[in-house]
């Protein structure tokens, strides 16, 4: 499966963003899937994971209250709604699909899809 993260842009602390991240080549119904973001000079820091079900949810500490993840298997995509951003938040936003290991391990991931950029101004 080929994944692509959208609907990146710039923007103002406070504002809301939804990221949308499409396959394609495959499906996503196998896999659970995850949303990681790196920002210049920091490592990939994991951002949200779902369940193939949709059942379990994991957040990371930062995001936690503010992001949601969401999928829609019939539709093949993945989402990432942003609410209340930070301009610690700035990052490229990359999907991915959860192989085994820990949900919040970049390495428990493959089929790494170009990121989207999100940019908060303060």
């Known amino acids: 499966v080929q994944l692509q993260a959208s609907g990146g842009g710039l923007v103002q602390a406070g504002d809301s963003l939804k990221l949308s991240c499409a396959a394609s080549e495959g499906t996503i119904s196998n896999y659970a899937m995850g949303w990681f973001r790196q920002a210049p000079g920091k490592e990939r820091e994991f951002v949200a994971a779902?369940?193939?079900?949709?059942?379990?949810?994991y957040y990371g500490d930062s995001v936690k209250g503010r992001f949601t993840i969401s999928r829609d298997n019939a539709k093949n995509m993945v989402y990432l709604e942003m609410n209340g951003l930070k301009p610690e938040d700035t990052a490229v936003y990359y999907c991915a699909s959860w192989i085994r290991g820990d949900y919040d391990r970049s390495r428990s991931y493959a089929n790494w899809g170009q990121g989207t950029q999100v940019t908060v101004s303060s």
């Open positions: 779902i369940s193939r079900s949709s059942d379990t949810l």
